[in-house]
């Protein structure tokens, strides 16, 4: 039976960090060659699951199609498995868009019937609705409290955030993904040149991290 929302007070109702993802590029990818989509799915779920210490800190993730929902109660393994899943799916061809955000949310029931409330799901679904570019957008619900100066002593491939284009967003690159990421989205370019504003947009932040930019306000 499923637990009423109204059992949790006001005090009680629990928070947390959720990300809501999209993978750009997918729908084509199953609408054109499903059982090959299956397949690259598993593939692309169990980079992520090593990459991620088998999702090591992270309460639950949800997979519906092209949607992915992620729910923490702390932000770091939030933005951690968020960074390895950018990698995970640009090596099966794919973006991610999307938005982390920090609110009450409440889960309830069991599966068939269950439901999710959740203040953070809609802020951050709402950064997936409107950024135009291939990245995840961290709303300031979810911003850490750091000292920044200290933060920017960190090498920009090794910071789990970066403030690009006025916004701060999941850094989708690492020490050792980061010229294979841009020599990926490169060919992507060139094989679809239609979608060349999104992927120009990403080579613009690559460019930036590889030029060692500060990227902080």
């Known amino acids: 039976m499923l637990a009423s929302v109204t059992e949790y007070g006001a005090a009680q109702t629990p928070t947390r960090y959720v990300a809501f993802l999209d993978i750009l590029g997918w729908k084509a990818q199953v609408m054109g060659d499903f059982d090959f989509a299956l397949e690259t799915y598993q593939t692309l779920l169990d980079y992520w699951r090593v990459g991620t210490n ?118 989708p690159f690492s020490i050792m993904w980061g010229v294979s990421a841009a020599t990926r989205v490169r060919q992507l370019r060139e094989a679809h040149p239609e979608h060349s504003p999104k992927y120009d947009w990403f080579l613009r932040l690559y460019e930036a991290v590889w030029n060692r930019e500060s990227l902080v306000p």
């Open 54 to 171: 088998e999702m090591a800190g992270l309460e639950s993730v949800r997979i519906v199609s092209d949607s992915i929902l992620i729910v923490s109660s702390e932000v770091w393994p939030l933005l951690r498995a968020v960074n390895v899943l950018n990698q995970a799916t640009l090596m099966n061809d794919c973006l991610l868009r999307g938005g982390v955000a920090f609110g009450r949310h409440v889960e309830a029931g069991t599966s068939p019937e269950s439901h999710v409330v959740s203040e953070a799901l809609v802020i951050a679904a709402t950064h997936e609705g409107t950024v135009h570019d291939p990245c995840v957008v961290i709303d300031g619900s979810a911003l850490p409290q750091l000292d920044w100066a200290e933060y920017q002593k960190v090498d920009v491939f090794l910071r789990p955030m970066l403030f690009f284009d006025g916004r701060w967003i999941v850094n």
